[in-house]
């Protein structure tokens, strides 16, 4: 069984998001201000699983270190554009 879990993304550094079972990004989008990831959760498969991200704005210099374009957002109320990067290999596991 699977089920959709919304997680609230930091911005300008990489980080990870930890599952206690294999996860897979589906949505990044803008949430209140905040940027958030929705995740689809695989309860059948009992592996704990993480997802190493980074966002970053329109603008600011950075280091894809292995990290690969996943998506980008608007945000609406403040016209700030940013963009996803996740761990190569990840974004569709």
């Given at each position: 069984?699977?089920?959709?879990?919304?997680?609230?993304?930091?911005?300008?550094?990489?980080?990870?998001?930890?599952?206690?079972?294999?996860?897979?990004?589906v949505?990044?989008?803008?949430?209140n201000?905040?940027?958030?990831?929705?995740?689809?959760?695989?309860?059948?498969?009992?592996?704990?699983?993480?997802i190493?991200y980074?966002v970053?704005?329109?603008?600011?210099?950075?280091?894809?270190?292995?990290?690969?374009?996943f998506?980008?957002?608007?945000?609406?109320?403040?016209?700030f554009?940013?963009?996803?990067?996740?761990?190569?290999?990840?974004?569709n596991?």
């Amino acid at each position: 069984m699977k089920v959709i879990y919304k997680y609230q993304l930091h911005i300008g550094f990489p980080t990870a998001l930890y599952f206690p079972n294999k996860g897979k990004i589906v949505k990044f989008g803008i949430q209140n201000g905040y940027p958030m990831a929705w995740v689809e959760i695989d309860h059948d498969q009992k592996l704990p699983d993480s997802i190493q991200y980074f966002v970053v704005g329109t603008g600011i210099d950075f280091d894809d270190n292995g990290f690969e374009y996943f998506d980008s957002v608007i945000d609406a109320v403040n016209g700030f554009v940013w963009h996803m990067y996740v761990l190569k290999g990840k974004e569709n596991a």
